[in-house]
């Protein structure tokens, strides 16, 4: 069974920062699409970022210049680096994991999932 382990999240004010983790599978994180969503409260789950096999990486509008997703294959651990929160990025984020190395368009395609980390920007 593939598990998939977030951490990092919490309340922060805007303005301020905040990097999630998520500890992945050697053999997925590898090479795999990796992609961080989010569910805003009262709110469908939505897409953040996601990474290609070869790092190339694509983010939401709104959040493109202030998120950083980044892996590192050596620890095995996806990032999101937020910083510049804004209220509106409240919300339950979570790792998922492609079973391609292609990123696809639609989050039905991701296969693994994390059970999700809270994060809060409120002053």
């Known amino acids: 069974q593939v598990r998939l382990v977030e951490s990092g999240g919490g309340t922060v004010q805007p303005g301020g920062s905040l990097r999630l983790s998520c500890v992945v599978p050697?053999?997925?994180?590898?090479?795999?699409?990796m992609a961080w969503y989010r569910q805003p409260p009262g709110k469908g789950r939505e897409y953040v970022a996601s990474?290609?096999?070869?790092?190339?990486?694509t983010y939401r509008a709104s959040v493109k210049g202030r998120f950083t997703i980044s892996r590192d294959r050596a620890e095995n651990i996806l990032y999101l680096q937020m910083s510049y929160l804004e209220p509106d990025d409240t919300a339950m984020y979570f790792c998922?994991?492609?079973?391609?190395?292609?990123?696809?368009?639609?989050?039905?395609?991701?296969?693994?999932w994390g059970q999700g980390i809270q994060v809060t920007v409120s002053s």
């Open positions: 990474i290609g096999t070869y790092d190339s990486s």
């Open positions: 998922a994991a492609a079973k391609t190395d292609y990123c696809p368009s639609s989050q039905s395609a991701y296969l693994y």
């Open positions: 050697a053999n997925i994180i590898r090479s795999n699409c």
